[in-house]
């Protein structure tokens, strides 16, 4: 489910097109074959149809192929910030743009500055000296293979241009897949005024970890998961008394039977400790996380998650993604009520 993978995504294949329709018009392509890549681009390329639940309303702010393949937002002011892969830009690793209500997009940090941006979030004033700066978990150089190797922290400082460097590499831990911190999902600082402040927390698939890095530049691990038994942890946000981590988990990982609902959100305690009774269950593949603000309807304060059903990685050639990814509200008695369905493999929800 990487970035810069040799075997391409939804996106990969909207780039690819994109290219081969300019070099068409290089060339004495007969018209037939043009009209066939129009109809391949467009099928690709095509904005999602989503579907929503009485109450509310759904429209698309960034249509398909403006963004290469983004995940995760963070609002700031006015905008949002939002991480995107480096899509065709060979080895330039990722970026992260602004993106405003009608979908104008202006680069933060832009290809060329940042490693592989897998999650990121804003350092607070009580980081060490770093407040103000970005933290991202991140492939430590960009390709396939670095997507399976452990990962790293990366520092960004926004100064006019914008620099980045390595804060510490996340060690391995566990036995699963000999304990590699590898197929990083999101990350995120603790909040500031609870047992998890000055903290940055990262997340890690491969090994089924959560660690927590420190501005004195301690990466450790902090929390453990067995596959198995809770699943491998794919999100994570916190309970609005901030005396738990929430976190996405799935026993499938990020592909495999959407129907399986082996999908749940746990509570991990400041001390690492993993809770025995879910949040939620019954979904599938449960990624990013936000509750509902006062206001939002009648469903101020409820828990929301995107499930992003079969991945369905890899992508295979002219092949587009199923629409099978959903939003869910969790009510306080647990279950999952459907908000909205038709995405493209959904991540973030703010």
Same mark, same amino acid.
């Given at each position: 489910?990487?970035?810069?993978s040799?075997?391409?995504?939804?996106?990969?294949?909207?780039? #690819?097109?994109?290219?081969?329709?300019?070099?068409v018009?290089?060339?004495?392509?007969?018209?037939?074959?043009?009209?066939?890549?129009?109809?391949?681009?467009?099928?690709?390329?095509?904005?999602?149809?989503?579907?929503?639940?009485?109450?509310?309303?759904?429209r698309?702010?960034?249509?398909?192929?403006?963004?290469?393949?983004?995940?995760?937002?963070?609002?700031?002011?006015?905008?949002?910030?939002?991480?995107?892969?480096?899509?065709?830009?060979?080895?330039k690793?990722?970026?992260?743009?602004?993106i405003?209500?009608?979908?104008?997009?202006?680069?933060?940090?832009d290809?060329?500055?940042?490693?592989?941006?897998? &999650?990121?979030?804003?350092?607070?004033?009580? #980081?060490?000296?770093?407040?103000?700066?970005?933290?991202?978990?991140?492939?430590?150089?960009? &390709?396939?293979?670095?997507?399976?190797?452990?990962?790293v922290?990366?520092?960004?400082?926004?100064?006019?241009?914008?620099?980045?460097?390595?804060?510490c590499?996340?060690?391995?831990?566990?036995?699963?897949?000999?304990?590699?911190?590898? #197929?990083?999902?999101?990350?995120?600082?603790?909040?500031?005024?609870?047992?998890?402040?000055?903290?940055?927390?990262?997340?890690?698939?491969?090994?089924?970890?959560?660690?927590?890095?420190?501005?004195?530049?301690?990466?450790?691990?902090?929390?453990?998961?067995?596959?198995?038994?809770?699943?491998?942890?794919?999100?994570l946000?916190?309970?609005?008394?901030?005396?738990?981590?929430?976190?996405?988990?799935?026993?499938? &990982?990020?592909?495999?039977?959407?129907?399986?609902?082996?999908?749940?959100?746990?509570r991990?305690?400041? +001390?690492?400790?993993?809770?025995?009774?879910?949040?939620?269950?019954?979904?599938?593949?449960?990624t990013?996380?936000? #509750?509902?603000?006062?206001?939002?309807?009648?469903?101020?304060?409820q828990?929301?998650?995107?499930?992003a059903?079969?991945?369905?990685?890899?992508?295979?050639?002219?092949?587009?993604?199923?629409? +099978?990814g959903?939003?869910?509200?969790?009510?306080?008695?647990?279950?999952?009520?459907?908000v909205?369905?038709?995405?493209?493999?959904?991540?973030?929800?703010?």
């Open positions: 489910m990487r970035k810069s040799p075997k391409p995504t939804l996106r990969d294949l909207g780039a #690819f097109s994109i290219l081969l329709l300019i070099l018009g290089h060339l004495a392509v007969p018209a037939r074959a043009e009209t066939e890549l129009h109809k391949l681009e467009r099928r690709l390329l095509r904005p999602p149809a989503i579907h929503v639940e009485p109450g509310f309303t759904a698309v702010i960034v249509p398909p192929g403006e963004l290469y393949d983004p995940a995760w937002m963070r609002p700031r002011g006015a905008v949002v910030w939002v991480n995107d892969d480096g899509g065709e830009e060979g080895d690793g990722g970026r992260i743009v602004a405003d209500r009608s979908g104008g997009i202006v680069p933060v940090a290809l060329g500055t940042l490693l592989p941006v897998v &999650g990121f979030d804003v350092a607070p004033d009580g #980081f060490g000296t770093y407040g103000g700066d970005i933290f991202t978990l991140a492939q430590a150089r960009a &390709g396939l293979a670095a997507a399976s190797a452990n990962h922290i990366q520092r960004v400082q926004l100064h006019r241009p914008p620099t980045a460097s390595v804060f590499t996340l060690p391995n831990n566990g036995t699963v897949n000999q304990g590699v911190s590898g #197929f990083g999902a999101a990350a995120g600082f603790g909040p500031e005024h609870s047992p998890f402040a000055g903290k940055f927390f990262a997340v890690t698939m491969l090994n089924a970890t959560v660690y927590q890095v420190t501005a004195d530049g301690a990466c450790t691990p902090f929390a453990t998961f067995d596959p198995t038994r809770v699943g491998v942890p794919l999100g946000q916190f309970a609005t008394d901030h005396a738990t981590m929430l976190v996405s988990v799935s026993k499938h &990982g990020a592909s495999g039977d959407a129907g399986a609902q082996r999908g749940a959100i746990v991990v305690r400041p +001390d690492g400790g993993i809770e025995d009774e879910p949040v939620a269950s019954g979904l599938a593949v449960p990013g996380m936000d #509750f509902a603000p006062e206001g939002f309807g009648s469903y101020g304060g828990l929301f998650v995107a499930d059903g079969d991945f369905g990685i890899p992508v295979k050639m002219t092949q587009p993604v199923a629409d +099978d959903t939003v869910y509200r969790i009510t306080p008695d647990g279950r999952a009520h459907l909205a369905s038709g995405f493209f493999n959904p991540s973030g929800v703010r």
